[in-house]
């Protein structure tokens, strides 16, 4: 089975253990889109150089309010977590906050790509409210509202 197949594959045999909301094929961007919750869509790429699947959480538009405070929070987690092979952060061209992961093909089975994506989901809600609170103006979240973020690695 060549890697376009396994692929294929793998994000049908999501529905099975996902039921997610939907699984869309976008020709055009050459990407799945992976309705984990009703609220959080994944996007997932095949990247052929690669060989592995990238996974794209958008978190939402990073505020412009405080925007280096953003940017460098971004880089910080970046920084921290590229080292550990973890999901990094960044902004894409629409300037939206987006938490982006590699799943290497080989060996990648349905249940660790099912891991990879609820992981991804239970990110987006602590993620986003940082992000709101970073945008409120007021120098970025209190630390109350940072601490109350359960799942969310401090930078």
Same mark, same amino acid.
């Given at each position: +089975?060549?890697?376009?197949? =396994?692929?294929?594959? &793998? %994000?049908?045999? *999501?529905?099975?253990?996902?039921?997610?909301?939907? %699984?869309?094929?976008?020709?055009?961007?050459?990407?799945?889109?992976?309705? !984990?919750? #009703?609220?959080?869509? %994944?996007? %997932? !790429?095949?990247?052929?150089?690669?060989?592995?699947?990238?996974?794209?959480?958008?978190?939402?538009? =990073?505020?412009?309010?405080?925007?280096? $405070?953003?940017?460098?929070? *971004? *880089?910080?987690?970046?920084? !921290?977590? @590229?080292?550990?092979?973890?999901?990094?952060?960044? *902004?894409? @061209? $629409?300037?939206?906050? !987006? &938490?982006?992961?590699?799943?290497?093909?080989?060996?990648?089975?349905?249940?660790?790509? =099912?891991?990879?994506?609820?992981?991804?989901?239970?990110?987006?809600?602590?993620?986003?409210?940082?992000?709101?609170?970073?945008? =409120?103006?007021?120098?970025?979240?209190?630390?109350?509202?940072?601490?109350?973020? #359960?799942?969310? +690695?401090?930078?």
């Amino acid at each position: +089975m060549d890697n376009d197949s =396994a692929v294929q594959s &793998l %994000i049908m045999e *999501l529905g099975s253990l996902l039921d997610p909301a939907m %699984i869309d094929y976008y020709e055009e961007d050459s990407c799945w889109v992976v309705g !984990v919750t #009703e609220d959080v869509s %994944i996007q %997932i !790429v095949h990247n052929h150089e690669l060989q592995a699947l990238l996974l794209v959480l958008n978190l939402g538009p =990073a505020p412009e309010a405080n925007a280096d $405070e953003v940017h460098q929070m *971004l *880089l910080k987690l970046t920084y !921290v977590m @590229a080292e550990k092979g973890g999901p990094v952060a960044g *902004l894409d @061209a $629409e300037d939206n906050a !987006v &938490l982006m992961g590699r799943a290497p093909l080989d060996g990648l089975t349905v249940q660790q790509l =099912a891991s990879d994506l609820e992981y991804f989901a239970t990110q987006q809600a602590a993620w986003s409210r940082v992000l709101l609170d970073m945008g =409120a103006g007021d120098g970025g979240a209190t630390d109350s509202a940072r601490q109350s973020q #359960e799942g969310v +690695m401090r930078v």
